[in-house]
């Protein structure tokens, strides 16, 4: 933060240093709310050319990371004044360089493949801008996979026969990267710029307002009495809000400015926090009625009623939300995040005499969001139906000083996120332009061997290559030309193939090193954005389970009788608690490692497809179960 830079410059500053620090806090207020303010009036008023708005965008991020994270901390008196004179300078470079892209757009466009010096000096200089904001807002992890895509493109003829390409030089890769839309300004950034960035405001409006503690007191007069409630009840409602909404990431951002407070109160870290929500949101798209422009896509392709479609998707995408909840409820059992006695509780009615006025903005963002407006102009609306909501009552209204903070605040809030999604960017680009996600896709079928598994395992990796650089639905129609034919081949039907990778394609929203979904909520929780995606990763393990089960058991998709139905249905949840309760190794109690192997083979026993293994596997679940059963007795006998 700008106070930093003032205890960084001097443990005992003098009259200069602190007239600097005020100066740099000013410019930090001035740049903060005037992005929000850019932000409101592109999303709700006039919108701008794609690249002129990022780059207006990624520049007051950058501006404000150089100015609210100094270079160095706690140093000798002299090397801190360098170390500011450096941050001040990459605040006129950031400045510079997103202002020659602003004004000189159209130039750009017309000088593609015959660069000027100029373009080539900006292209290098935006890679080396967001390299640094990485490192000092994310950390070397980023910063270094990001720097691994680099010499991947440039080093391409080297590279292993599998991956290898002609290579690209320096000039093509800083400018492809920097001077179009299929690097650090193309899709990450895109989402980070719009409905991203809005709904993080609408939190700090929610925050400012005392909204959000009023959805908090909500939920805890609710859920409060049982283990994790709160974190549960983000679930269900992140499923309902995402099979209405049509964007995993809008559903994040919507939901999560609710549900992340109250789990992160209730004692979930704040990378949990955000895991759940990046989890379960991803989970909406897979849910019916409104499954993403993926589900109506699968219709024609397949010549499928959507109807149909509706029909066979709801049961495993029921499944999933019970995995994600099921994880939530063992982390809770495992931290001991308990239920309070209903004394200690917020009392429903009268946290919703107090609160009930914002239910009114609630209301209106789900309206806006049902009846097909962009996530941005729902956020827009939001936000103003807040702030306006606010006012009817004394305790809830913000004053002039306070919109003026809260804008500020929003920008901060936004800072780590947008860097994150910059630095995704760079890994898009050199995807995009080595072609490697598509050149995986072709040789799936001749590296399988025959092998179903081995082939979906070689469809979800190539999903998440394809999801670097593609939107989940572009990401599904590229992915189901290529590998589509290639599953039927094994055998598989045509609408299994089809919904196999559908479920695929949703695993990048969620998948490290890009994760829209998973930067976006922890934007919200402000946690680390790598640790966030893994933990994410983890709790969303169900979009790599359901198309197993899909490709080795037909009537999991109500394709058969009504027997085989009941008896697949038993066994996925049978295999998904299994499953679950391997990867936490908790089930009632705690497992040793040879009790949690024996769990991970049961749920794969209770999924093969053979009759007699599945028989087996349900034999063993159920003692499992019962040898839990007897430990937890043994536990809870005092001694």
């Avoid at 003098?14 to 992005?35: C, E, F, H, P």
């Avoid at 919108?47 to 404000?64: E, K």
Wanted: charged share 10%.
């Amino acid at each position: 933060m700008a106070e930093n830079i003032c205890t960084s410059m001097d443990t005992a500053p003098s009259s200069n240093t602190t007239t600097v620090a005020r100066i740099i806090a000013g410019l930090v207020s001035l740049v903060g709310i005037g992005l929000s303010v850019f932000q409101l009036y592109t999303a709700g008023i006039v919108a701008m050319t794609a690249m002129r708005h990022r780059s207006v965008f990624l520049g007051c991020i950058l501006v404000l990371t150089f100015l609210t994270m100094p270079l160095y901390k706690g140093a000798s008196k002299e090397r801190l004044n360098l170390a500011l004179v450096i941050d001040l300078l990459l605040v006129v470079i950031s400045v510079a360089a997103m202002a020659y892209i602003f004004i000189d757009l159209d130039g750009i466009f017309e000088r593609q493949g015959e660069w000027s010096r100029l373009d080539f000096a900006v292209g290098v200089t935006v890679v080396l801008l967001v390299l640094e904001a990485t490192r000092r807002v994310i950390g070397l992890n980023l910063m270094i996979i990001a720097i691994l895509f680099l010499f991947f493109g440039y080093f391409g003829p080297y590279m292993p026969e599998i991956i290898v390409h002609k290579g690209y030089s320096i000039e093509r890769m800083a400018t492809t990267l920097s001077l179009t839309t299929e690097g650090i300004f193309g899709l990450p950034t895109g989402v980070a710029s719009t409905f991203v960035f809005i709904f993080i405001l609408f939190g700090a409006f929610l925050a400012k307002s005392g909204a959000g503690t009023f959805f908090i007191n909500l939920s805890y007069s609710i859920t409060g009495q049982f283990s994790g409630g709160p974190a549960k009840t983000a679930v269900i409602a992140s499923g309902f809000m995402g099979s209405v909404a049509g964007s995993a990431v809008a559903n994040v951002v919507a939901t999560g400015s609710f549900t992340i407070p109250m789990m992160k109160k209730i004692g979930y870290k704040p990378h949990v926090a955000a895991a759940v929500e990046a989890a379960a949101s991803t989970g909406g798209q897979l849910m019916p009625p409104i499954m993403g422009a993926g589900a109506f896509l699968m219709a024609e392709f397949t010549q499928t009623p959507y109807l149909e479609i509706i029909k066979i998707a709801f049961f495993p995408a029921v499944l999933y939300f019970f995995s994600v909840i099921l994880f939530v409820h063992f982390e809770a059992q495992k931290e001991g995040i308990w239920g309070l006695p209903k004394d200690q509780l917020p009392k429903l009615g009268e946290t919703i005499k107090q609160g009930l006025h914002f239910i009114i903005p609630l209301a209106i963002l789900i309206t806006v969001l049902v009846m097909n407006y962009s996530p941005m102009m729902a956020g827009f609306i939001a936000i103003v139906s807040l702030y306006l909501t606010a006012l009817l009552r004394k305790d809830s209204r913000i004053s002039f000083k306070g919109l003026l903070e809260t804008l500020e605040q929003g920008a901060r809030n936004a800072i780590v996120v947008a860097v994150a999604c910059a630095a995704a960017g760079i890994i898009v680009g050199v995807v995009n332009l080595t072609g490697t996600g598509l050149r995986f896709s072709s040789l799936i079928v001749s590296l399988s061997h025959g092998i179903p598994l081995l082939a979906l395992g070689l469809v979800a990796f190539t999903s998440l290559l394809l999801g670097m650089g593609l939107p989940v639905t572009a990401s599904y129609i590229v992915l189901v030309i290529l590998a589509g034919p290639g599953l039927m081949e094994l055998g598989i039907p045509l609408l299994t193939a089809h919904m196999i990778v559908f479920w695929y394609s949703q695993d990048a929203n969620v998948t490290p090193p890009v994760a829209l979904e998973s930067y976006a909520a922890s934007g919200i929780a402000g946690s680390n954005p790598l640790q966030t995606a893994f933990t994410s990763w983890k709790l969303a393990k169900g979009l790599y389970i359901m198309p197993v089960i899909m490709a080795y058991h037909p009537a999991f998709l109500l394709n058969g009788t009504l027997g085989e139905i009941i008896w697949v249905m038993i066994l996925a949840v049978c295999s998904i608690i299994a499953f679950v309760a391997c990867m936490e190794r908790f089930f009632l109690v705690g497992m040793s490692w040879p009790e949690t192997i024996l769990w991970a083979l049961d749920a794969v026993m209770l999924v093969w497809n053979r009759a007699g293994v599945n028989l087996a596997g349900l034999v063993v679940f159920v003692c499992l179960v019962i040898f839990q059963i007897f430990r937890k007795r043994r536990v809870e006998i005092p001694t």
